[in-house]
């Protein structure tokens, strides 16, 4: 069983920036697609990002040009530098995998085909 650990949310400025890590221990983390997901207070968990374990990524519409995902298999280590945050960014944000590698491109926005999470990390933004 796959364990994630969130960190590096806070309290930050419209405009500013932060850089959250997951990371996973207990199986081979690189063969594994990495996503993000966001929840805002009363919506549901919305797609933020993937990095496939080939290295390509996915990004949600709404933060095209201001996030970056990357991985370091190396250090099992997941990462989503958030640039020019805003305070519709407010949510807590979770990392997530699917241990079967059945997501595709139609599938990854769906947080129903991810059956390993993290506990989150808050991010709020400040207007």
């Known amino acids: 069983q796959v364990q994630l650990v969130e960190s590096g949310g806070g309290l930050v400025q419209a405009g500013g920036s932060l850089r959250l890590s997951c990371a996973a221990s207990g199986r081979t983390f690189s063969r594994y697609a990495m996503g993000w997901f966001s929840q805002a207070p009363g919506k549901e968990r919305a797609f933020v990002a993937i990095m496939w374990s080939g290295g390509g990524v996915y990004y949600a519409d709404s933060v095209k040009g201001r996030f970056t995902i990357s991985r370091d298999d190396a250090k099992n280590t997941v990462y989503l530098q958030m640039n020019s945050l805003k305070p519709e960014d407010t949510a807590v944000y979770y990392c997530?995998?699917?241990?079967?590698?059945?997501?595709?491109?139609?599938?990854?926005?769906?947080?129903?085909?991810?059956?390993?999470w993290g506990q989150g990390t808050q991010v709020t933004v400040s207007s």
């Open positions: 997530a995998l699917d241990t079967n590698g059945a997501l595709t491109i139609t599938t990854i926005g769906l947080a129903e085909r991810y059956d390993c």
